[in-house]
């Protein structure tokens, strides 16, 4: 059956400001305090008019401070005027006073827009354990207010400001035509490092032209999320702070409540989001492939979802990978001990539509053809259960010597 709209997706574009009723600016206060006094660490995205917000947050039990008083914000007022994000210091594991310190961040820019205090949302990124020179945020701040505009330069200097070991801005816009109106979402990210789905560490944030109702808006962005934030994997590690917002400030003129219309939407924000996902895995830390795990024939969803994640997780088959051997023992044995109760005798297995094993039976005459292809920088393994009618995903990436290095200290 033949769609009643059409998307077209464009990567690397500039960024926020390309949605209509949204401005932008990204600026330098040097929040790390080090010698580079030019480096862009504070972001604003204000909408034009109040817009409808949604968001998703870290599962992990710690939680930073921006993560909590961004729920309390949106779970009292479900319309945002402003988001403000910083790089540098995660203000994460920071007591009350880092709470104090969000709260403050989020009253003094609503002080500048003339709204509640709960009409701003607050993210960070970086470091963790250290308090927030609010002094600095304050006066960056005060800049990207007066910097505020709908420019491509604007627009660049947002994506790069919420940067911490990204070695890229990620920038994304989906423009939709359907049944003779047009709209868009639009999404930028950050992430490279202490990637693990449920979230990982990451910030991501999507500004669309269209109007739609809070609780709309939150379930259709949760099952955008579960498909793609959700499903990479750099090194296993979950944050603090990841964040997933969307701001829908209707300034286009069109109304998502139900069918073609919503349908297109939800299609649009979901290409955002797996584009913003890919490019996190793409730009892991020292990575030098990226890899798409496919788990079908399971018994449940869970299953599936369990065994990709074990595989996608081990080091031993990130380091394998690394190394372009493949080594399809270090597969089946973490898909193993997941302990879904797979039966080996059943599975096949295959390297970019190569068979590894068939029906537990190895297929030794293909392993150069293996070896081609996981030295390949991108390929994908599907492993077919043979138990069921489920499947999942996952994008995952190697792991190397370089990781280790970057990663020893800070």
Partial sequence: MSKNFKIETLEDVSGLGLVKGFKVAGVACN???????????????????????????????????????DMEHLS????????????????????????????DTCAYLAGKFGVDENQILVCSTGRIGEFMPMEKLERGIDTAFSNLS???????AAAHAIMTSDTRPKTVISKVECGGKKFCVAGMAKGAGMIEPNMATMLAFIA????????????????????????????????????????????????????????????????????????IVGDGEKITRVVELKVK????????????????????????????????????????????GIDFSKIDLDYNGT???IKGCPQSHN????????????????????????????????LTEAYVDFNKGE
Avoid at 85 to 103: F, I, M
């Fill in 355 to 357: 068979p590894v094993i």
């Fill in 76 to 103: 009292r007022c479900g319309k945002v005027k402003a988001i403000v994000a910083n790089s540098g210091n995660a203000n994460a594991c920071t007591g009350e006073r880092g709470l104090k310190d969000a709260r």
């Fill in 208 to 279: 669309s032209d269209v109007s739609i109702e809070q609780p709309r808006l939150k379930e259709i962005l949760r099952r955008a999320v579960t498909k793609t934030f959700n499903r990479i994997s750099v090194d296993g590690d979950m944050s603090t702070n990841d964040t997933v917002l969307c701001l829908c400030g209707g300034a286009g003129g069109v109304e998502i409540d139900g069918g073609d219309l919503e349908e297109a939407f939800e299609e649009a924000l979901k290409s955002v989001c797996m584009s913003l996902a890919r490019k």
């Fill in 297 to 340: 024939g399971a018994r449940s969803a869970e299953q599936a979802e369990k065994i990709c994640r074990s595989i996608g997780n081990s080091l031993l088959v990130k380091a394998s990978w690394y190394g372009g051997d493949p080594n399809w023992g270090r597969l089946t044995d973490s898909a193993g001990y997941a302990r879904t």
């Fill in 150 to 156: 709908d420019s491509d330069s604007a627009s660049a």
């Fill in 367 to 398: 392993k150069e053809l293996w070896r081609k292809i996981v030295n390949n920088k991108t390929f994908t393994i599907n492993m077919n259960l043979n138990m069921g009618e489920f499947e999942d995903f996952l994008l995952t990436t190697d």
């Fill in 31 to 69: 929040i790390r305090g080090n010698a580079d006094l030019e480096r862009l660490d504070v972001a604003l995205i204000c909408s034009d008019t109040p817009a409808t917000a949604a968001g998703v947050f870290t599962t992990n039990d710690v939680k930073a401070a921006p993560v909590y008083v």
